[in-house]
């Protein structure tokens, strides 16, 4: 699953086109890296968010094209927010 969609199902981040614009502006890091929005995001990916001062850090335990908003949260572990 893409990067972008995955952000979007997991709900850490909103929208898709919001995920895809921040993985542009050079945002979301997989592993310490840059990723583009196609980056294939795999189970045991560490992937670290921007937003803006703040940061978070979350290991991804699973990857489902679809989820229920109550169980978004358990497709990834956080592991820490600044």
Do not use: P, W
């Not at 972008?4 to 050079?26: H, P, Q, Y």
């Not at 990723?35 to 995001?41: N, Q, R, T």
């Amino acid at each position: 699953m893409r990067i972008d969609k995955f952000l979007k199902v997991s709900r850490i981040i909103k929208r898709r086109t919001v995920a895809n614009e921040a993985c542009d502006a050079g945002h979301i890091t997989v592993g310490g890296k840059v990723v583009k929005a196609s980056y294939e995001v795999k189970e045991g990916d560490i992937v670290e968010v921007g937003f803006g001062s703040r940061k978070l850090t979350v290991r991804v335990l699973d990857v489902r094209e679809h989820t229920l908003k109550a169980d978004a949260a358990s497709l990834y572990e956080v592991i820490s927010q600044s």
